[in-house]
């Protein structure tokens, strides 16, 4: 999903060199009854029998006549394939819906998945292919076989009795572009990644925050208003049009990986209440095990490919920026998952080694290894689209209260940028605050909301955790003054008493009037995106972590771009440490994220997770016509704030860290197929990854264009 690295050029070139050339116009595809059995007795074979990638629309194999075979093969109805209409480039936008057309649409659930929208990343229509026609197939001929999500299992007849699932090719000006008659395959040049009018069509969906309005990506093309593609109106106004979808993903390819990761797993960008996080994170570790599940299914052994220096997983998930390094605004996946309510869980996956490469360099094994991922990628959403209604949250907090803020951030008082032709502006009137409200309402707990007037009078006791975000003494809610001073004893003493002070973001710089430090050992460093660098070693704040975590909040959605605005705030290691605190995470030499021992109780920090969004930058526009979202959370962040909150006073008894993993009924089935191996390749590839893969790191770089 992102342009290859200088120190990458190696790959291509030497798969040129030890890869032979595909035949022209040989993929092959039997969509003729008559000739499957040199597909294997299949529509599209497996990599094993093909020498190319499927062509969009060569004279042999074309999208068109294969999705038309495609349908012959599943029950009548099943399977219908439309053209939604035309490219910029004039091609058909093909969308296959599958679904039982005895049972009425009404009550039904929409799943939903695009394909290869970079049109030089195939692993995602490769693998799509063929799993399109496995479902026609059991259909047909197997209709009790099982699905899966994780262990959760259901029949293939009983699921589209309930489920309609979307398929869409959405990028055929850049798959034709990779077509073997075509001049750009055989230089490997990257304009497929884009349609005909040059536009990078993943920068094209309408983003909630802040909008990037400079170049997209390398096509030079200016962007203007959100989707002003044909492609991107066309898919997005299907997707809008659904009446209750409820899962969706977006299926990339990439050249590296710095998860460890074949298929790397990506959480989209959002404000997700608590129990949206549940259900995002029982998708992504669904989809984890359906891979698993696929590769031993399909025989796909990584170390038999690429040798046991690698050590890659079949996948593993993180946010987009902890795997590629950067965010941006425009992505499909944080455009799909704010349909229907915000009710859409979605995921986006890089598959490992799609990338670049041109139609040329086909090499059977890897590519297997892409369709079984893909294979994963879509079986567990398709059961996701029902499963997710019974995910919960399963949080064990202690008494939490947090002090109210009446500040919000509203388009009524104007949003500090001018629309550009063809923009309207979304209303909105957003508090971080409404965090705290949502988090009750997942949890059945009570969670008041203080006024800063009566901090200072109040009886705190009955509190295990007071959090203090973003503001050091918030104005009152009333109106009223707040004595400082008394506010700042009332916090000491609570901490002293044995309850817990969080404070979130720029609270932070409340620690000096708590004798903790002084103002010039304060920091305030901006990145890319919120996130914080967790020191190595076991602490309760990280119980329950997933994946190689980093980020903690998505900035985009709160207004800051994605260009090192994102505020962190802490106090320098050196200081937290002097003053006998714990750290727990760290951005620079700073600790933002850690606790410190007072009294019976503690201070907690976290200084980059629940910061207010913003209308405008100093000296930077910060349009965001989408409006604003309160808070965006993410699954990591949301894991360690929770974590904090798990915190029980001194005088009530004492828990274990929660268990923030999410709860949902678990149907059975087998936890794992045998693998059946398949040992060719092995030196070539490692050899390849040898010569392409390389360290990147996250930091404050801002590579080009992911997605």
Request: hydrophobic residues 40%; proline residues 7%.
């Amino acid at each position: 999903m992102r342009p290859l690295p200088l120190a990458t050029v190696g790959l291509a070139t030497a798969l040129a060199l030890v890869l032979p050339a595909a035949p022209a116009f040989a993929a092959p595809t039997c969509v003729d009854p008559l000739t499957r059995t040199a597909c294997g007795g299949r529509v599209v074979p497996e990599a094993a029998l093909s020498v190319s990638q499927h062509q969009f629309d060569g004279p042999v194999d074309n999208l068109a006549d294969t999705l038309g075979a495609l349908a012959d093969v599943a029950p009548d109805g099943f399977f219908t394939p439309t053209s939604i209409g035309k490219s910029a480039g004039g091609r058909d936008l093909w969308v296959v819906k599958i679904t039982d057309p005895t049972v009425p649409s009404a009550g039904k659930v929409q799943s939903a998945i695009s394909l290869s929208v970079h049109g030089l990343e195939p692993a995602g229509r490769e693998g799509a292919l063929r799993y399109l026609e496995d479902l026609a197939t059991w259909l047909a001929t197997d209709p009790g076989h099982l699905l899966y999500a994780g262990k959760t299992s259901i029949s293939v007849s009983a699921l589209f009795k309930q489920v309609e699932f979307y398929v869409a090719f959405t990028n055929p000006d850049g798959w034709a572009a990779q077509d073997l008659d075509d001049d750009n395959q055989s230089s490997g040049a990257t304009t497929p990644r884009y349609n005909s009018a040059g536009a990078d069509l993943n920068r094209d969906f309408p983003t909630l925050g802040w909008v990037d309005r400079t170049s997209s990506g390398g096509s030079g093309s200016k962007r203007g208003p959100m989707a002003d593609q044909p492609e991107t109106r066309l898919w997005y106004g299907l997707l809008a049009s659904l009446p209750d979808l409820r899962s969706a993903g977006d299926i990339h390819g990439e050249l590296t990986s710095v998860n460890n990761a074949f298929s790397d797993i990506m959480w989209p960008a959002g404000q997700w209440s608590p129990a949206h996080q549940a259900k995002e994170l029982q998708l992504a570790e669904d989809m984890i095990a359906t891979v698993e599940r696929k590769f031993d299914e399909d025989g796909v052994v990584l170390g038999d490919l690429f040798g046991p220096t690698i050590g890659q997983r079949p996948a593993n998930v993180a946010t987009g920026y902890d795997v590629v390094g950067y965010d941006d605004s425009g992505f499909m996946g944080d455009a799909m998952q704010r349909l229907n309510n915000g009710r859409v869980v979605e995921i986006d996956v890089e598959n490992f080694l799609s990338h670049l490469a041109p139609n040329v360099l086909w090499a059977s094994p890897v590519e297997q290894a892409h369709i079984a991922a893909v294979r994963g990628n879509m079986e567990a959403l398709l059961v996701t689209a029902l499963k997710e209604r019974d995910v919960t949250a399963d949080l064990d907090l202690g008494k939490v209260a947090y002090v109210d803020d009446p500040a919000r951030v509203t388009s009524a008082d104007g949003t500090g940028f001018d629309l550009v032709a063809g923009e309207r502006q979304v209303p909105y009137d957003v508090s971080r605050l409404t965090y705290f409200q949502d988090l009750a309402t997942d949890t059945g707990a009570t969670i008041p909301g203080l006024a800063a007037a009566d901090v200072g009078s109040a009886d705190l006791g009955g509190f295990d955790s007071l959090v203090l975000s973003d503001v050091e003494v918030p104005k009152d809610t009333r109106g009223r003054p707040v004595d400082r001073a008394a506010y700042v004893r009332a916090l000491r003493a609570f901490v002293d008493g044995g309850g817990q002070l969080v404070l979130t973001d720029s609270a932070v710089t409340l620690l000096d009037d708590l004798g903790v430090g002084d103002e010039a050992a304060q920091t305030l460093q901006r990145s890319n995106a919120g996130h914080v660098d967790f020191i190595t070693g076991e602490h309760p704040f990280k119980a329950g972590l997933f994946g190689v975590p980093s980020q903690t909040y998505y900035e985009v959605p709160l207004g800051f771009p994605a260009t090192s605005q994102s505020p962190h705030h802490g106090i320098t290691t050196a200081a937290w440490a002097e003053a006998g605190g714990t750290t727990v995470g760290t951005v620079g030499t700073s600790t933002v994220l850690g606790e410190l021992p007072r009294g019976k109780g503690k201070i907690t920090i976290f200084g980059a997770i629940l910061p207010q969004p913003i209308e405008s930058l100093e000296s930077i526009e910060t349009p965001h016509p989408e409006g604003l979202a309160d808070y965006a959370v993410t699954i990591a962040g949301g894991q360690v704030l929770h974590n904090v909150l798990a915190y029980r006073a001194a005088s009530r008894s004492a828990v274990t860290p929660p268990n923030t993993r999410p709860t949902t009924p678990d149907a059975g089935g087998p936890t794992g197929l045998a693998a059946t191996g398949l040992s060719t390749l092995p030196g070539l590839l490692g050899l390849v990854l040898l010569l392409g893969v390389v360290a990147r790191r996250r930091a404050t770089l801002r590579p080009s264009p992911r997605a």
